[in-house]
Protein backbone atom coordinates (compact mmCIF):
# COMPACT_ATOMS: atom_id res chain seq x y z
CA UNK A 1 0.00 0.00 0.00
CA UNK A 2 1.40 3.28 -0.96
CA UNK A 3 0.86 6.42 0.67
CA UNK A 4 -1.56 9.38 -0.81
CA UNK A 5 0.74 11.75 1.86
CA UNK A 6 3.75 11.51 3.34
CA UNK A 7 3.36 12.08 7.15
CA UNK A 8 5.16 15.26 8.38
CA UNK A 9 8.12 13.38 10.23
CA UNK A 10 9.24 12.42 6.94
CA UNK A 11 11.34 13.67 3.67
CA UNK A 12 11.29 11.46 0.18
CA UNK A 13 12.72 8.05 0.03
CA UNK A 14 12.19 5.61 -2.66
CA UNK A 15 10.03 2.74 -2.00
CA UNK A 16 9.71 -0.61 -3.53
CA UNK A 17 7.04 -0.71 -6.37
CA UNK A 18 4.53 -3.50 -5.57
CA UNK A 19 1.86 -4.67 -8.44
CA UNK A 20 -0.86 -2.40 -8.16
CA UNK A 21 -4.27 -4.13 -8.88
CA UNK A 22 -5.42 -1.84 -12.30
CA UNK A 23 -9.04 -2.42 -11.66
CA UNK A 24 -9.01 -1.09 -8.39
CA UNK A 25 -6.26 1.38 -7.97
CA UNK A 26 -5.76 3.28 -11.10
CA UNK A 27 -5.03 6.75 -9.61
CA UNK A 28 -3.10 5.44 -7.50
CA UNK A 29 0.67 6.18 -7.77
CA UNK A 30 3.83 5.09 -5.24
CA UNK A 31 5.17 8.01 -3.58
CA UNK A 32 8.68 8.05 -2.16
CA UNK A 33 9.35 8.74 1.73
CA UNK A 34 12.27 8.77 3.96
CA UNK A 35 13.11 8.97 7.21
CA UNK A 36 15.01 11.77 9.10
CA UNK A 37 15.28 9.29 12.20
CA UNK A 38 18.67 7.59 11.38
CA UNK A 39 19.63 5.63 14.35
CA UNK A 40 23.25 3.79 13.94
CA UNK A 41 22.95 0.58 14.65
CA UNK A 42 25.77 -2.01 15.43
CA UNK A 43 25.40 -5.87 15.36
CA UNK A 44 27.79 -8.17 16.88
CA UNK A 45 27.88 -11.75 18.16
CA UNK A 46 28.64 -12.53 22.24
CA UNK A 47 32.29 -13.14 21.05
CA UNK A 48 32.91 -9.54 19.06
CA UNK A 49 31.87 -7.44 22.39
CA UNK A 50 35.39 -8.15 24.74
CA UNK A 51 34.65 -6.11 27.62
CA UNK A 52 30.75 -6.52 27.90
CA UNK A 53 31.22 -10.31 28.67
CA UNK A 54 28.72 -12.02 31.20
CA UNK A 55 30.78 -13.36 33.99
CA UNK A 56 30.82 -17.07 34.83
CA UNK A 57 31.06 -18.90 37.65
CA UNK A 58 31.77 -22.43 38.35
CA UNK A 59 29.19 -24.20 40.02
CA UNK A 60 29.34 -28.05 41.54
CA UNK A 61 26.60 -30.21 41.92
CA UNK A 62 26.92 -33.04 44.50
CA UNK A 63 23.87 -35.66 43.20
CA UNK A 64 23.18 -37.06 46.46
CA UNK A 65 19.89 -39.97 44.82
CA UNK A 66 22.60 -40.61 41.89
CA UNK A 67 25.85 -40.56 43.92
CA UNK A 68 28.15 -38.14 41.08
CA UNK A 69 29.37 -34.63 41.09
CA UNK A 70 28.90 -32.34 38.18
CA UNK A 71 31.49 -29.50 37.75
CA UNK A 72 30.41 -26.80 34.97
CA UNK A 73 30.50 -23.25 33.82
CA UNK A 74 27.61 -21.34 34.18
CA UNK A 75 27.27 -17.65 33.42
CA UNK A 76 25.22 -14.75 35.32
CA UNK A 77 22.81 -14.32 33.11
CA UNK A 78 21.77 -17.82 32.09
CA UNK A 79 19.70 -20.61 34.46
CA UNK A 80 21.70 -23.52 36.42
CA UNK A 81 19.66 -25.85 35.00
CA UNK A 82 20.08 -25.02 31.55
CA UNK A 83 23.20 -24.27 31.29
CA UNK A 84 23.81 -27.86 33.03
CA UNK A 85 21.63 -29.42 30.13
CA UNK A 86 23.58 -27.62 27.30
CA UNK A 87 26.71 -29.36 28.82
CA UNK A 88 25.11 -32.55 28.50
CA UNK A 89 24.51 -32.97 32.28
CA UNK A 90 21.30 -34.12 34.09
CA UNK A 91 20.26 -32.82 36.80
CA UNK A 92 16.38 -33.63 38.66
CA UNK A 93 14.14 -31.48 37.63
CA UNK A 94 10.33 -31.19 36.84
CA UNK A 95 7.71 -27.79 35.91
CA UNK A 96 11.13 -25.53 35.16
CA UNK A 97 9.49 -22.24 36.47
CA UNK A 98 10.46 -22.87 39.98
CA UNK A 99 7.08 -23.70 41.35
CA UNK A 100 7.51 -27.41 42.21
CA UNK A 101 10.68 -28.73 44.62
CA UNK A 102 12.36 -31.23 42.33
CA UNK A 103 15.10 -29.15 41.18
CA UNK A 104 15.55 -28.04 44.98
CA UNK A 105 19.28 -28.32 46.96
CA UNK A 106 20.80 -26.72 49.61
CA UNK A 107 24.12 -24.64 49.18
CA UNK A 108 26.73 -25.29 50.90
CA UNK A 109 29.11 -22.68 49.69
CA UNK A 110 28.29 -19.66 47.65
CA UNK A 111 25.78 -17.35 46.10
CA UNK A 112 22.77 -17.25 43.76
CA UNK A 113 20.08 -15.02 42.66
CA UNK A 114 16.18 -16.81 42.19
CA UNK A 115 14.12 -14.08 42.48
CA UNK A 116 11.14 -16.87 40.36
CA UNK A 117 11.14 -19.85 42.95
CA UNK A 118 7.95 -19.98 43.81
CA UNK A 119 8.31 -23.40 45.19
CA UNK A 120 10.17 -22.67 48.08
CA UNK A 121 9.23 -19.97 50.98
CA UNK A 122 11.71 -17.55 52.02
CA UNK A 123 12.36 -19.20 54.60
CA UNK A 124 13.72 -22.13 53.46
CA UNK A 125 15.53 -19.62 51.31
CA UNK A 126 16.99 -18.03 54.12
CA UNK A 127 18.36 -21.38 55.74
CA UNK A 128 19.44 -22.30 52.25
CA UNK A 129 17.75 -23.54 49.75
CA UNK A 130 17.27 -22.79 46.14
CA UNK A 131 15.83 -24.15 43.10
CA UNK A 132 18.12 -24.87 40.10
CA UNK A 133 15.66 -24.14 37.26
CA UNK A 134 15.35 -20.66 38.19
CA UNK A 135 18.58 -19.69 40.03
CA UNK A 136 21.13 -17.79 38.43
CA UNK A 137 24.87 -17.96 39.99
CA UNK A 138 26.14 -14.74 41.03
CA UNK A 139 29.50 -16.51 42.28
CA UNK A 140 31.15 -19.87 42.85
CA UNK A 141 28.40 -21.75 44.16
CA UNK A 142 28.88 -25.69 45.48
CA UNK A 143 25.14 -27.13 45.97
CA UNK A 144 23.65 -30.59 47.03
CA UNK A 145 20.46 -31.90 46.09
CA UNK A 146 17.87 -32.57 48.10
CA UNK A 147 14.80 -35.37 48.46
CA UNK A 148 11.69 -33.57 46.55
CA UNK A 149 9.57 -35.36 49.39
CA UNK A 150 12.00 -33.98 52.09
CA UNK A 151 11.66 -30.09 50.89
CA UNK A 152 7.91 -30.73 50.16
CA UNK A 153 7.75 -31.71 53.96
CA UNK A 154 9.69 -28.70 54.94
CA UNK A 155 7.71 -26.63 52.92
CA UNK A 156 4.08 -27.66 53.67
CA UNK A 157 4.42 -30.07 56.32
CA UNK A 158 3.31 -27.76 59.38
CA UNK A 159 -0.31 -27.05 57.43
CA UNK A 160 -0.55 -31.10 57.54
CA UNK A 161 -2.71 -32.00 60.62
CA UNK A 162 -1.49 -35.05 61.40
CA UNK A 163 2.21 -35.48 59.62
CA UNK A 164 3.50 -37.50 56.40
CA UNK A 165 0.36 -39.47 54.74
CA UNK A 166 0.98 -43.07 54.84
CA UNK A 167 0.57 -45.14 51.47
CA UNK A 168 -1.71 -47.25 51.55
CA UNK A 169 -1.05 -50.53 49.26
CA UNK A 170 -4.34 -51.95 49.82
CA UNK A 171 -6.25 -48.64 47.87
CA UNK A 172 -3.57 -48.50 45.52
CA UNK A 173 -4.65 -52.07 43.87
CA UNK A 174 -8.48 -51.12 44.13
CA UNK A 175 -7.08 -47.89 42.18
CA UNK A 176 -4.77 -50.32 39.66
CA UNK A 177 -7.44 -52.50 39.35
CA UNK A 178 -9.99 -49.99 37.88
CA UNK A 179 -7.87 -49.24 35.14
Same mark, same amino acid.
Given at each position: ???????????????? =??????? #???S??? %????????????????????????????? =????? %???????????????????????????????????????????????L???????????????????????????????? =? %?????? #??? %???????????????Y?????????
Amino acid at each position: MALAFPCTFCTPFKLK =TSPINRR #YSRSIRP %QATSSEFRIPVEISSPADRGSMAVPTHKV =TVHDR %QRGVVHEFEVPEDQYILHSAESQNITLPFACRHGCCTSCAVRVKSGELRQPQALGISAELKSQGYALLCVGFPTSDLEVE =T %QDEDEV #YWL %QFGRYFARGPIERDDYALELAMGDE
